[in-house]
């Protein structure tokens, strides 16, 4: 009776450990978004990005300000989201999305800003795309989204089969566009050049997390180096019966997945106790499987 709660607890800890490490990514991808969002994308008047840049331009009328636009519209598609997409899609969005909501109105309420930390607008424009990036980056990796244009993207693969990425990036240009007219030309241009940007930078942000180091191990005896993967690196690896082109002989190809970290180790462990092995490491930053990434 007693061994067997604790095996139930010994069972459960992973994947408590789990929901505990995506709580916390998406709490810092959330604020490290709106510290880019509040204090150089608004503070600059960058039209980019979807709700924020529409926010800038609302908030131009004075009726209200960029982050309690940001707030309600954010609020609005939430429960829009909730009552068209159910229950499933209001966990992670939910939580990212008021979040960074509630986080852009409280500093407008604890650091007011009147003008740009700087007078360097390049420099805040790198800022101002790569912050909210990285945030989106890791949201993305996990499942997750800071809501807004997002949930309007949602909604439309469900009852559509409209491309909904050319949706949004026509919606994107059009708010950037406005800010040649609301503004002026100079910081139209920067808005133009953050949403060009944008999307690589999170595409790019997003490959180098996922980054992997794929092994071809061509070697005579597989066996020290398959138990250094399973024993000290406690990874799995494919063995497979082979035969060189140029010598005849039979030769054992190694194939395995490693982190950077993991794979600097193999390699060294490769180098001192099989010099003869032949390596072909590539990068890779789509892994699906155990270990890796789930479907």
Same mark, same amino acid.
């Given at each position: 009776?007693?061994s067997?709660?604790?095996s139930?607890?010994?069972?459960?800890?992973?994947?408590?450990?789990?929901?505990?490490k995506?709580?916390i990514?998406l709490?810092?991808?959330?604020l490290?978004?709106?510290?880019?969002?509040?204090?150089?994308?608004?503070?600059n008047?960058?039209t980019?990005?979807?709700i924020?840049?529409?926010?800038?331009l609302?908030?131009?009328?004075?009726?209200?300000?960029?982050?309690?636009?940001?707030?309600?519209?954010?609020?609005?598609?939430l429960?829009?989201?909730?009552?068209?997409?159910?229950k499933?899609?209001?966990?992670?969005?939910?939580?990212?999305?008021?979040?960074l909501?509630?986080?852009?109105s409280a500093?407008?309420?604890?650091?007011?800003?009147s003008?740009?930390?700087?007078?360097?607008?390049?420099m805040?424009?790198?800022?101002?795309?790569?912050?909210?990036?990285?945030?989106?980056a890791?949201?993305?990796?996990?499942?997750?989204?800071?809501?807004?244009?997002?949930?309007?993207?949602?909604?439309?693969?469900?009852?559509?089969?409209?491309?909904?990425?050319?949706?949004?990036?026509?919606?994107d240009?059009f708010?950037?566009?406005a800010?040649?007219f609301?503004?002026? %030309?100079?910081t139209?241009?920067y808005?133009?050049?953050?949403?060009?940007?944008?999307?690589?930078?999170?595409?790019?942000? %997003?490959?180098?997390?996922?980054?992997?180091?794929?092994?071809?191990v061509?070697?005579?005896?597989?066996?020290?180096?398959?138990?250094?993967?399973?024993?000290?690196?406690?990874?799995?690896?494919?063995?497979?019966?082979?035969?060189?082109?140029?010598?005849?002989?039979?030769?054992y190809?190694?194939?395995?997945v490693?982190n950077?970290?993991?794979?600097?180790r193999?390699?060294?462990f490769?180098k001192?106790?099989?010099?003869?092995?032949?390596?072909?490491?590539?990068n890779?930053?789509?892994?699906?499987?155990?270990?890796?990434?789930?479907?």
């Amino acid at each position: 009776m007693k061994s067997k709660p604790q095996s139930l607890q010994t069972a459960d800890s992973p994947k408590h450990n789990d929901q505990l490490k995506n709580f916390i990514y998406l709490t810092a991808s959330t604020l490290i978004m709106a510290v880019g969002v509040y204090f150089f994308k608004f503070s600059n008047n960058f039209t980019f990005g979807g709700i924020t840049g529409l926010a800038v331009l609302i908030a131009k009328s004075g009726i209200i300000s960029a982050s309690d636009f940001s707030f309600v519209a954010n609020m609005i598609l939430l429960v829009i989201g909730f009552f068209v997409l159910g229950k499933k899609f209001a966990a992670k969005t939910a939580y990212s999305s008021i979040l960074l909501s509630v986080t852009l109105s409280a500093l407008e309420r604890i650091y007011p800003m009147s003008h740009p930390l700087t007078d360097q607008p390049l420099m805040e424009l790198a800022f101002a795309i790569a912050l909210p990036s990285i945030g989106s980056a890791v949201l993305f990796n996990i499942g997750a989204s800071s809501g807004g244009t997002d949930v309007i993207a949602m909604i439309m693969r469900k009852y559509t089969s409209f491309n909904i990425g050319n949706a949004l990036m026509v919606t994107d240009f059009f708010i950037t566009l406005a800010g040649f007219f609301v503004f002026d %030309i100079e910081t139209g241009l920067y808005s133009f050049l953050g949403l060009t940007l944008r999307s690589f930078m999170i595409d790019g942000f %997003i490959e180098s997390l996922n980054l992997s180091k794929y092994f071809n191990v061509v070697c005579n005896n597989p066996k020290p180096i398959c138990e250094y993967i399973k024993e000290d690196l406690h990874r799995s690896a494919t063995i497979v019966l082979a035969q060189g082109a140029f010598s005849g002989e039979d030769k054992y190809i190694i194939f395995t997945v490693l982190n950077r970290v993991e794979a600097v180790r193999l390699r060294n462990f490769i180098k001192e106790n099989s010099p003869d092995a032949f390596l072909l490491i590539s990068n890779t930053s789509e892994i699906i499987g155990k270990g890796f990434h789930s479907v």
